[in-house]
């Protein structure tokens, strides 16, 4: 369960004027912290808002009704309830599932908790296509209408010039880039311990590795790029991702990758386009899409962490949105093991009491994927973990386990 505290400086972002959402049963209705889920600075972006709510959750119906109201109309003694108001929605949208908080939300709270996701996320969208005033950085976590794709890009799609056109590829490319690693490093850090399937989370990495390859493979300004890139894997279903490990596994290729579309720009001369250019309007399209799924990777590697907490206490090593890598030298027993056989180490496991994976694969004769599901399952052990299956740590393995598995079935 997840204990609540009202959030804090979220408020701040919006100013004495602008329009407040709100949704209700009857157009007579008015507002008030119950009913009230965004805020908005432009009345065109509140009006085309309500408009869509409207033909997505009661195209044929009288209710609810989705409603805009002017800030400079409402009390300022109402005003603080309101912020308020936002403010705890803001707390309940960072995970949609009502049973994970203590004390349990209030009526109405979850459904307009995703109201206002949605209108994060669609804002943006509005903004671009009518060219006006958002609200600020793109913190949208519910993909619900189509993302740009990065496919087919003429060199007259915004009739910017040539060097415009190859410097906003370099600027798109490397931030698409940095999208994928992120993605893969908040789920995968987490998935030889706990993986759940989130749609959403998985719908921003199809986008992601879709726009990279499009980018990569359409666009004329960067054929020129020293390699092809192919997805770590092609989606984040659990049956995908489960048994693999992020240090070992994943991370040196995900790295050389990024690695070297930073560098590829970089030689290719990069630099941030100016603001308000059609460059920039182009980099700007797909921002809300790489911001969304960022944070939705990040909302997934916290609930798994929080979930391991919950299940496993301190000793699961998952401390809540910790998802670097931790760089340790090598274990004076590990620099001693270098050049000792895998079979010698399994006759001793006094003086050799850990065996790195690549051994166990050898000695068992099974794959990568093998050994960790033979560690979640507790067949093999980590060291330091009680027999508590999946620790994310460095990857060895008790090398008394392995023996116990060798042995012959009585």
């Known amino acids: 369960m997840v204990n609540m505290k009202p959030a804090t400086g979220t408020s701040a972002k919006r100013t004495a004027h602008g329009f407040y959402l709100y949704c209700d049963s009857s157009a007579f209705s008015t507002l008030s912290s119950s009913n009230v889920f965004y805020w908005v600075a432009s009345e065109q972006v509140a009006k085309t808002l309500?408009?869509?709510?409207?033909?997505?959750?009661?195209p044929d119906a009288a209710e609810p009704v989705f409603l805009p109201k002017s800030a400079d109309k409402v009390e300022q003694d109402e005003l603080v309830l309101l912020e308020e108001a936002l403010d705890w929605l803001a707390v309940y949208g960072a995970d949609p599932d009502p049973g994970v908080y203590d004390p349990p939300p209030p009526k109405g709270m979850m459904i307009r908790a995703e109201y206002a996701r949605r209108a994060r996320d669609w804002e943006p969208r509005i903004v671009a296509r009518s060219g006006g005033e958002?609200?600020?950085?793109?913190?949208?976590?519910?993909?619900?209408?189509?993302?740009?794709?990065?496919?087919?890009?003429?060199?007259?799609?915004?009739?910017?010039?040539?060097?415009?056109?190859?410097?906003?590829?370099?600027?798109?490319?490397?931030?698409?880039?940095q999208a994928y690693y992120k993605i893969l490093e908040c789920v995968i850090s987490t998935a030889s311990l706990y993986c759940a399937l989130d749609l959403e989370l998985n719908e921003s990495?199809?986008?992601?590795?879709?726009?990279?390859?499009?980018?990569?493979?359409?666009?004329?300004?960067?054929?020129?790029?020293?390699?092809?890139?192919?997805?770590?894997?092609?989606?984040?279903?659990?049956?995908?991702?489960?048994?693999?490990?992020?240090?070992?596994?994943?991370?040196?290729?995900?790295?050389?990758?990024l690695s070297a579309v930073q560098r590829y720009?970089?030689?290719?001369?990069?630099?941030?386009?100016?603001?308000?250019?059609?460059?920039?309007?182009?980099?700007?399209?797909?921002?809300?899409?790489v911001n969304t799924a960022i944070e939705r990777a990040m909302v997934y590697n916290k609930r798994m962490r929080e979930y391991a907490r919950s299940a496993f206490g301190e000793a699961s090593g998952m401390a809540v949105g910790a998802t670097q890598r931790k760089r340790?030298?090598?274990?004076?027993?590990?620099?001693?093991?270098?050049?000792?056989?895998?079979?010698?180490?399994?006759?001793?496991?006094?003086?050799?009491?850990?065996?790195?994976?690549?051994?166990?694969?050898?000695?068992?004769?099974?794959?990568?994927?093998?050994v960790y599901r033979f560690l979640n399952e507790g067949r093999l052990d980590r060291p330091g973990l009680n027999k508590r299956p999946g620790k994310k740590s460095k990857t060895l393995v008790l090398t008394s386990s392995v023996q116990r598995m060798m042995q012959p079935a009585e």
């Open 50 to 58: 309500c408009r869509l709510f409207s033909k997505e959750y009661s």
């Open 265 to 289: 720009v970089r030689l290719s001369g990069i630099y941030p386009p100016e603001e308000s250019s059609p460059a920039w309007v182009f980099v700007e399209m797909f921002r809300p899409s």
């Open 205 to 257: 990495y199809l986008w992601t590795i879709v726009s990279l390859k499009n980018l990569l493979t359409n666009h004329e300004d960067l054929r020129d790029f020293p390699g092809k890139f192919e997805p770590a894997f092609p989606d984040l279903y659990p049956s995908t991702i489960r048994d693999v490990d992020w240090e070992d596994m994943v991370a040196p290729e995900v790295e050389r990758f």
């Open 328 to 370: 340790t030298h090598p274990k004076p027993q590990q620099k001693a093991d270098a050049g000792v056989s895998s079979d010698a180490k399994l006759t001793d496991a006094t003086k050799f009491p850990t065996m790195t994976v690549q051994e166990v694969m050898a000695l068992l004769h099974v794959s990568r994927s093998s």
């Open 134 to 177: 958002r609200n600020g950085p793109i913190d949208g976590c519910t993909y619900q209408i189509p993302h740009p794709e990065a496919s087919d890009l003429s060199p007259d799609t915004f009739q910017m010039p040539v060097e415009d056109r190859r410097n906003s590829s370099l600027n798109l490319l490397f931030l698409v880039a």
